[in-house]
């Protein structure tokens, strides 16, 4: 579990560091990273997935074979996993793209019940500008032109992990009771936070 708390405190600190995020209904804070954390950790670590090998390695150094996956992961979506890094690896993005590509995940104001969905599009918006910004830094050619669609693309396809999610929730009681402890500690990181910043 503490590696579990390490990511939530990890991902409230991001998520405080972007611009608008701590302008946004506390509430709505706390909803975004709650329901899009499973993509936005995914886009982070995917690169680190060898599907012809059938090994993941997350940046934190964590190795786990594909056989092993259903142990930790919902069952049946091990080969999700690898087939969705497989895809996601074909486009390539710059680190600044692909960090703002991610940042973009958090934004997803379908995925959470929010109290002030136009200022979550706004910032949907202003990242989508940043993100086009950062392609329109590519050389002239071919490249650049498909930037931003392939990472729209990329960011449309991983949108699939909520679908493995929702499919399997309530298959494996201890995943549920996972999930709900990472929103309870979620919950408490954002208000601890709130409460240093004031």
């Known amino acids: 579990m503490k590696s579990v708390r390490l990511w939530i405190s990890r991902l409230v600190r991001f998520g405080k560091r972007i611009p608008g995020f701590k302008q946004l209904l506390l509430e709505d804070q706390i ?8 993509e936005f950790r995914f886009f982070g670590t995917f690169k680190g997935f060898n599907p012809k090998l059938g090994v993941a390695v997350n940046p934190d150094g964590f190795c786990c074979h594909n056989e092993e996956y259903p142990k930790i992961h919902p069952l049946g979506a091990n080969d ?6 497989n895809s996601l690896n074909r486009p390539k993005l710059t680190p600044e793209e692909h960090i703002v590509a991610q940042t973009m995940i958090l934004f997803f104001p379908d995925r959470a019940p929010l109290k002030d969905r136009a200022a979550v599009e706004a910032m949907q918006t202003m990242l989508l500008t940043c993100l086009e910004f950062q392609i ?49 500690l979620l919950e408490d990181e954002i208000h601890s936070f709130t409460k240093v910043e004031n």
């Open 31 to 38: 909803n975004l990273l709650k329901y899009n954390q499973y």
């Open 80 to 85: 999700t996993f690898f087939e969705l890094a």
């Open 136 to 184: 329109n830094k590519r050389p002239p050619g071919i490249a650049r032109v498909r930037g931003l669609s392939h990472a729209i693309d990329m960011l449309t396809t991983i949108r699939q992990l909520s679908i493995v999610d929702d499919r399997n929730r309530g298959k494996e009681g201890w995943i549920d009771n996972l999930k709900s402890f990472k929103f309870k």
